[in-house]
């Protein structure tokens, strides 16, 4: 420049050079957001394999149905009706075998029932003349399909049988008003029956013969993790209370802390699966009978005790929080009920996974009552902390003996010590849910015939008396109370 001064020249750009460039950033970032869609398609298929295993059950079911298609006397055999053993492939095959068994179930008997029905009124409109036959036909649709809806609000039909209310609604409907000016009604009933038995019996060979998911066992694997959750949860937000600090930073136990909110949101999860158990063969170590009902108990008692879990948590991150001094006073034996009722928990978990009753159930109660018994002791005791203590004879110019003995004598605000008494006295309401949670154990084990318990021996052939368990449970509090 003329004065001195540098200036930066920037190259012209015309407009076919910005149509360019925002061509390039448009593919560019539509290139990018594919890339993106794919590396969480490959995440997912990494983090549960069964989800591609199920893609691919899908696609050798379609792949086998569609020879009715390929093959022409598959094809002349089903009357060219055979899109109605694709359709009912893609529309019935589930994840599960109960889900999928469901599904078949359901669209057979609704296909069936509305079939038989379908030639019925169509046999007496067609003996009626043709005056009535359209009124037969209108009033029968409109009151069938009229009671087939309001079926599908009753809590009972909705849970078990909704599917196939709505099939029976679209087969009579077809069937009905078709016979309205199809010749052969039967004939083409016959044909779309065939062709959906073919696609529901199909769906249920592959997902229950190859690499078959149950909805059991999903329901049972699902109890377990939130037992081991809770446990988790329950001990660690004790430790994090009293102690403050644990290995790894703070971010981590919090994350861990909070295992428990998976079974307060599993409720929707444990009734589908429970539904659909009850629609599955023998398998494993699960009978056609099982009481999949019980799991449902057993959860909801699992929730019960994970909603003061949560009012635990709180606790923790309190704004008021109360002294260290009356802290150590109920430290030991807070943590001590903590580890006491993880143990129980653990111990129905361990009886749930082996499918066998626990002979060490009563004992690890027991423990847990007796922790329980001292907490309320130093509850009790708690207020005599409360009172300012007796201020000693103390040596000094008047004005600092005035100041030591108003400091001595000053009471511990009662809203300091509320944060500390209500974590107490929800350890204390904990384990009394937890007594729910062994009972409806014990009833799943009795309902479901778990083995026998199997009493253990000393290597000195001395009965243990459950003298191995109590060993592990003091070595796992005396390392919880290390930690404080």
């Known amino acids: 420049m003329v004065d001195g001064t540098s200036e930066t020249l920037v190259p012209h750009e015309g407009p076919v050079m910005k149509a360019w460039n925002c061509l390039v950033g448009l593919f560019s970032r539509f290139v990018s957001g594919i890339w993106r869609f794919l590396k969480k398609a490959w995440n997912l298929g990494v983090d549960d394999p069964r989800k591609v295993v199920h893609c691919l059950k899908v696609g050798m079911a379609l792949s086998v149905v569609s020879l009715f298609y390929y093959m022409r006397p598959l094809y002349e055999g089903v009357g060219g009706n055979a899109m109605w053993a694709v359709m009912t492939v893609v529309v019935v095959f589930e994840q599960t075998v ?194 999949w009902k019980q799991y449902l108990k057993v959860g909801a008692s699992i929730r019960r005790c994970a909603y003061c879990v949560e009012a635990l948590y709180g606790c923790i991150y309190s704004e008021t929080q109360s002294p260290e001094s009356i802290k150590s006073h109920l430290a030991s034996t807070c943590l001590r009920v903590s580890s006491k009722s993880s143990n129980v928990i653990k111990e129905v978990a361990k009886a749930i996974k082996a499918t066998r009753k626990s002979s060490t ?85 009795e309902l479901a015939k778990f083995k026998p318990a199997v009493h253990e021996k000393l290597k000195d052939g001395q009965p243990t008396s459950r003298i191995a368990p109590q060993k592990q449970n003091e070595e796992g509090t005396e390392k919880a109370l290390e930690r404080v």
């Open 98 to 291: 109960g889900a999928t068994i469901a599904k078949c179930t359901n669209r057979v008997c609704g296909t069936f029932l509305a079939g038989f029905l379908g030639i019925g009124v169509d046999w007496v409109a067609d003996r009626s003349g043709e005056k009535f036959e359209p009124l037969i036909i209108g009033a029968s649709l409109f009151l069938l399909a009229s009671a087939a809806t309001f079926s599908r609000f009753i809590p009972a039909v909705k849970a078990r049988f909704d599917y196939g209310a709505m099939i029976f609604i679209l087969t009579f409907s077809l069937v009905s008003v078709s016979g309205y000016r199809v010749d052969e009604l039967f004939a083409l009933a016959h044909q779309r029956i065939s062709t959906i038995v073919v696609g529901t019996a199909l769906c249920m060979t592959v997902s229950s013969l190859v690499c078959p998911i149950w909805a059991g066992t999903e329901l049972h694997n699902l109890i377990l993790r939130n037992l081991d959750k809770l446990s988790c949860s329950l001990e660690g937000c004790a430790i994090e209370y009293f102690d403050g600090s644990t290995e790894g930073g703070k971010n981590e136990p919090i994350k861990n802390l909070q295992g428990y909110k998976c079974a307060l949101t599993s409720k929707a999860i444990e009734e589908t699966m429970a539904n659909f158990a009850r629609w599955e063969p023998a398998h494993g170590r699960f009978n056609f009978r099982h009481p």
């Open 361 to 445: 159930t009563d004992f690890v109660v027991g423990e847990m009552d007796d922790a329980v018994k001292d907490l309320q002791s130093c509850l009790a005791d708690l207020p005599n902390l409360l009172l300012p203590l007796p201020s000693p004879e103390v040596s000094g110019t008047e004005s600092e003996k005035a100041e030591r003995s108003a400091t001595s004598s000053a009471p511990t605000p009662l809203l300091d010590v509320v944060p500390l008494v209500t974590l107490a006295s929800l350890l204390i309401e904990i384990a009394g849910r937890i007594k729910g949670v062994v009972d409806e154990v014990e009833g799943l084990a």
